[in-house]
């Protein structure tokens, strides 16, 4: 598909790190579509819709990805022994026509799982927990820490954490009153835990055991 009028082009972090950029279609074409994200190239980048708006990441780099693998590693070994729920990195997941993303990590519980997961193999509807690990810009922190908290939290979502390996923290997010609110940031020596996974504990510190702290500017 060729972009025609777009307010921003894709930009390359140094490094290989995953960079965000929105693109509109001009007004005539109102909105994106999940129909127009058929037609996006196979060219190994990421390709969201939030309000019709299109948002285009390169690859994500390692830390971010060892980040992500370390909690679903920490979801799995409890939901083996817990049976409550199932963990997955990157799925597709569809809300509507001009809402389609694909959080890093998600938990969706045994009991909806059969409700959220298509035929398609892809989400319909929001997981239980949903998690985004934040990578280095400003356009990617504004993403996870404002765009796409406010479509989970319109969309149902139960709790969302932010993962930032650059500061070695998660935010922590939970529903009440119909919204998403922020209810703690947990720092390295502190535990994860959720009110959705009962006897889940993590320290956050394990999530960034093999990333180098970056030095405070």
């Known amino acids: 598909m060729k972009f025609v009028g777009q307010d921003a082009i894709l930009s390359h972090g140094f490094g290989g790190e995953k960079v965000m950029s929105a693109l509109r279609k001009p007004a005539s074409d109102l909105l994106f579509t999940t129909a127009d994200l058929l037609a996006m190239p196979d060219d190994g980048k ?8 299109l948002y285009v990441s390169t690859q994500p780099n390692w830390h971010h990805q060892y980040a992500c693998i370390r909690l679903s590693r920490a979801f799995e070994n409890w939901n083996e ?3 409550l729920g199932i963990a997955n990195c990157a799925p597709g997941l569809i809300f509507s026509l001009h809402d389609a993303v ?3 990590v998600v938990w969706i519980s ?4 059969s409700q959220v997961l298509g035929d398609d193999g892809k989400l319909h509807a929001a997981p239980d927990l949903v998690v985004e690990v934040v990578s280095p ?26 993962v930032d390996w650059q500061k070695q923290q998660v935010e922590i997010y939970r529903r009440s009153r119909a919204k998403l609110i922020q209810t703690a940031t947990l720092l390295r020596d502190d535990e994860l835990t959720s009110p ?4 889940f504990s993590c320290q956050v510190s394990s999530l960034f055991m093999q990333i180098p702290p970056v030095p405070k500017a």
């Open 81 to 83: 022994r817990s049976g």
């Open 102 to 104: 694909a959080p890093d």
């Open 110 to 113: 045994i009991e909806r799982l």
């Open 46 to 53: 990421l390709y969201e819709l939030i309000e019709g708006e």
């Open 137 to 162: 810009g400003w356009q990617n922190e504004q993403r996870d820490r404002d765009t796409k908290l406010k479509l989970y939290s319109r969309r149902g979502v139960r709790e969302y954490w932010i």
């Open 196 to 199: 959705l996974l009962p006897g």
